[in-house]
């Protein structure tokens, strides 16, 4: 009798683990799955960043193939999560979500890819920061709900075990309590088989439990890992890459922002674009490398010469736009009319002195941005054919 009693004990125990185990596996493959299905989703973005950040037609055609290439592989880690997940009703809801996600961002991505392929930047830079990027913040949100969920359930599962295996040793040590009056040795032998046993239960829950706080740190290194490269893309999107300035998409974004709070709040703003004069000049004398330098270099000074409620951005070649919040016309071109003499006293690394051209324009009742930078525009073109090294406020009537 105490040996049937010892062998069930045993035999259940191993059937316990064994079970739990197998849970826990199909669990660690859904994780896998799902973090392969969210790297190769993140990846598609970076190879959208990368067709506009290269020139090369070539290097532009292999990020579009990885772009597809990335595509086919996401397809696969979903298809082989939603097989692991088809048998629980919360699971499978929430891949219908991500699905739904997907489907919204996909044809966004793939807009975008073809935008970055026609040579239509801008268009394509301002749908994927206002519409991709948003769903996919949506879809890490909810990848990482999945892996706490997920990470939960594991240890949920652990514990279950160990209470069920509690359970089976309390009521097998009551009858082995009963079996004690009738034989002491017998009832020795099955306290030595049984804290075997326990000792074999505590040694597995040990091993179960520093799997799952393994794959939650892997999980958890994975998911700060793919913030930081989407704020490398959100700083790569909005940087012109050789000044570090605002590139002309974020100054765009900056201009809607102030006009719509002119509108609501009546809060005035003034635009500066500045032109480097005779720029061609350097370029063809000194070589574009240190055209380059020079551009940079105009950069720092405007840095330095602009203080806080300032946009400052690389609108063109070698055009740059100042944006001064909260100043009127006569601040914008006291300001611009500074820059301006102190650009003229100062010398430049192998090109000496040079000189620049402003036109400045302040927003008026039921104008549009449009028309405020042309009016800024204008004021530049008559800076440029008045002499150049002069500041201009434009107007229908005249120029001053």
């Not at 790569?236 to 201009?255: A, F, G, H, M």
């Not at 690389?314 to 006291?334: C, H, K, P, T, Y």
């Amino acid at each position: 009798m105490v040996s049937i009693l010892v062998f069930s004990a045993k035999q259940l125990t191993n059937n316990s683990l064994e079970h739990t185990s197998q849970i826990i596996v199909s669990q660690y493959q859904k994780l896998h799955n799902l973090l392969n299905l969210h790297i190769h989703g993140q990846k598609r973005t970076i190879q959208l960043e990368r067709i506009y950040l290269q020139e090369d037609p070539f290097e532009k055609d292999a990020a579009l193939m990885d772009f597809y290439r990335d595509g086919g592989n996401y397809m696969i880690y979903r298809n082989q999560l939603a097989l692991l997940v088809s048998g629980n009703p919360a699971e499978t809801k929430w891949l219908e979500e991500m699905n739904a996600l997907a489907r919204v961002t996909s044809p966004i991505q793939k807009r975008v890819a073809q935008l970055g392929m026609n040579g239509e930047a801008s268009k394509g830079k301002e749908i994927l920061m206002t519409q991709a990027l948003p769903r996919l913040e949506q879809f890490s949100q909810r990848v990482n709900e999945f892996s706490l969920f997920q990470a939960q359930e594991m240890k949920n599962l652990i514990a279950d075990s160990k209470v069920r295996v509690d359970q089976l040793m309390h009521n097998i040590l009551t009858v082995a309590g009963l079996l004690i009056l009738v034989s002491l040795a017998f009832a020795m032998m099955i306290t030595r088989k049984f804290n075997h046993i326990n000792q074999q239960l505590k040694i597995s829950n040990g091993t179960l439990e520093q799997e799952v706080r393994s794959r939650t740190q892997k999980l958890s290194k994975a998911r700060e890992d793919l913030l930081h490269k989407n704020k490398i893309l959100e700083q790569l999107s909005t940087t012109d890459p050789l000044t570090q300035l605002c590139n002309r998409l974020k100054i765009e974004r900056v201009l809607e922002d102030l006009h719509q709070k002119y509108e609501d709040e009546h809060q005035i703003y003034s635009l500066l674009l500045i032109d480097i004069d005779c720029f061609k000049k350097i370029n063809d004398t000194h070589g574009h490398t240190i055209g380059d330098e020079v551009l940079k270099e105009l950069s720092e000074q405007l840095k330095q010469s602009f203080a806080q409620h300032s946009h400052i951005g690389r609108w063109g070649g070698e055009e740059f736009i100042v944006i001064l919040e909260n100043e009127d016309l006569q601040q914008a071109v006291s300001a611009a009319e500074a820059f301006r003499q102190h650009i003229e006293n100062t010398s430049f690394i192998e090109v000496g002195n040079l000189t620049v051209s402003i036109g400045v324009a302040t927003v008026k009742a039921n104008q549009t941005i449009s028309e405020l930078i042309h009016s800024a525009d204008l004021g530049l073109y008559e800076s440029k054919h008045a002499g150049r090294n002069r500041v201009t406020v434009y107007s229908n009537d005249d120029s001053t």
